[in-house]
Every structure is written in C-alpha cells, then in structure tokens.
Antibody, heavy 120, light 107 residues
Framework: QVQLQESGPGLVKPSQTLSLTCTVS??????????WSWIRQPPGKGLEWIGY???????YSNPSLKSRVTISVDTSKNQFSLKLSSVTAADTAVYYC????????????WGQGTLVTVSS | SSELTQPPSVSVSPGQTASITCSGD??????VCWYQQKPGQSPVLVIY???KRPSGIPERFSGSSSGNTATLTISGTQTMDEADYYC??????????FGTGTKVTVL
C-alpha cells in the first residue's frame, strides 16, 4: 500500500521560504510510471496544483507559481521536496503531496496534508 | 484554457441520482478524473480515465465525457456521499488543472 507523508514547519514568516518534504513508502519513487506532485488548498477553498517532479529530476510547475517554486527529489531517501519562496498570507494552505500517473494524469494516493500558515 | 467549471452545489435526496458537470475547452479529448473530499480529509480518487473506478469505489459512482463536458453521476446516493467533488484534467499550459469544486448535499 502506497503512503505519502508531508513534513515541515507549520508556520512561516512573510517573505521567507516555505519548505516541505514528502516521504513515500510502499513504492519506489524511481518508478517510471509516475510523477510526484504537490497540490495545495487554502482554507475553505478549492484545490490548486503546484507542480510535479519525475524521478530523473525533471519538473513542471504551475505557471502562476513557477517563479517561486522549486521541486527536488532524493531517490536514495524515497523523498521529494517543495520550496516556495517569498511567501505571503495568500500562500496559507493545506499542502498535499501525491502520486501522479504519467499515462492517465490521475493523482492517487494523496498524503494527509499539512497546514502551513504564513504569518509574522 | 486552464479553467474547469463546476456548479458550486448540488442537492439530492437519499436514493436519488446526483449529476455533477465539469466544463472546459475540449474536455472530451482529455482524460478526466474525479475526486471526493470529505471535511478534514484528503481527496480520494473516485473516477479516472473518464469512466473507470479504482478498486474499492462503489459501483454507484460513474463517469462520462463528451464534447466540452464531463459528468460524474452518483446513483442511489447515500448520506455518506455528502462531500466536495473536484474534476481534474491534463491541460496544455498548466499540466494539471482542477475544477472549481461542487458541494454535494444529501437531504
């Protein structure tokens, strides 16, 4: 059974960089059949796709966030990470990591999510 | 286009059929999937590749897609189906795009 778990600070100050890590268990992050995605959801709002990474290190990010997003992968630890720079209160959200099928574009499973609040 | 539009809310009586639409440019030629999200929980995939159900998803959930619209249908809706539902598809500019979300109320 594939499981994903997000970890990182729950509080980030404005203008600083948000950093999260996703640990994958039950599957190898080096599988060529999947991307590894980050998605966020502001409180009471809908889902926003942030970006994904392939095990080779190639990435693709939402153009609306691209200038601030860095996604990296550590295959030796079966982890991938998100960095979002220059955060503001608008970046306050539950951040999810998830497995993303290359061939069919569906995202499954999702991690439990972690709330990151941007506040001084 | 990078927008998928859903109705904000759908109400259905127990045992009846709920239909949720998702509209977007050329959606009929893209793979569409649907997620169910209950309060305080992570989204769960209920339909992928327009009409396929993952293991463990009840048969009352079905999907279809044609033209610019995809539809999630819940037949014989149960109170446990009350949740937010999101469509999602591949997009040429954003790679992945989610719908605006629909709150399904069973009453």
């Amino acid at each position: 059974q594939v499981q994903l778990q997000e970890s990182g600070p729950g509080l980030v100050k404005p203008s600083q960089t948000l950093s999260l890590t996703c640990t994958v268990s039950g599957a190898s992050i080096s599988s060529g059949d999947y991307y590894w995605s980050w998605i966020r959801q502001p409180p009471g709002k809908g889902l926003e796709w942030i970006g994904y990474i392939y095990y080779s290190g190639s990435t693709y990010s939402n153009p609306s966030l691209k200038s601030r997003v860095t996604i990296s992968v550590d295959t030796s630890k079966n982890q991938f990470s998100l960095k979002l720079s220059s955060v503001t209160a608008a970046d306050t959200a539950v951040y999810y990591c998830a497995r993303d099928a290359v061939a069919t574009s569906n995202i499954d499973p999702w991690g439990q999510g972690t709330l990151v609040t941007v506040s001084s | 286009s990078s927008e998928l539009t859903q109705p904000p809310s759908v109400s259905v009586s127990p045992g009846q059929t709920a239909s949720i639409t998702c509209s977007g440019d050329k959606l009929g030629v893209k793979y569409v999937c649907w997620y169910q999200q209950k309060p305080g929980q992570s989204p769960v995939l209920v339909i992928y590749q327009n009409a396929k159900r993952p293991s463990g998803i009840p048969e009352r959930f079905s999907g279809s897609s044609s033209g610019n619209t995809a539809t999630l249908t819940i037949s014989g809706t149960q109170t446990m189906d009350e949740a937010d539902y999101y469509c999602q598809a591949w997009d040429s500019s954003t790679a992945r795009v989610f719908g605006t979300g629909t709150k399904v109320t069973v009453l």
